[in-house]
Nanobody
């Protein structure tokens, strides 16, 4: 199984980005998925999680109301829509299930 994140970049405070995570596993829809992030000098933290079918989601308090996790099982892809970005959202963002992606840098 391989997870490949994309969509990171440099954005002004208040801006938006959409991260994607493409999976090589045809059983992608069988796994709950999560987004994590790690800022410089800080521990990795959970950002959002989503159930196999997408009907249940959970968010860290710091991103509630600003970030939305979603998935397209037909495309084996996980998404993270990030709105109203703040400087404290700057981090490397990772998607994960039983394995981790390589991460994508988000700089606000």
């Amino acid at each position: 199984v391989q997870l490949v994140e994309s969509g990171g970049g440099l954005v002004q405070p208040g801006g938006s980005l959409r991260l994607s995570c493409a999976s090589s596993d045809i059983a992608f829809g069988d796994y709950a998925m999560s987004w994590f992030r790690q800022a410089p000098g800080k521990a990795r933290e959970g950002v959002a999680a989503i159930s196999t079918g997408g009907g249940a989601t959970a968010y860290a308090d710091s991103v509630k109301g600003r970030f939305t996790i979603s998935r397209d099982n037909a495309k084996s892809t996980l998404y993270l829509q990030m709105n109203s970005l703040k400087t404290e959202d700057t981090a490397v963002y990772y998607c994960a299930t039983a394995v981790w992606g390589q991460g994508t840098q988000v700089t606000v």
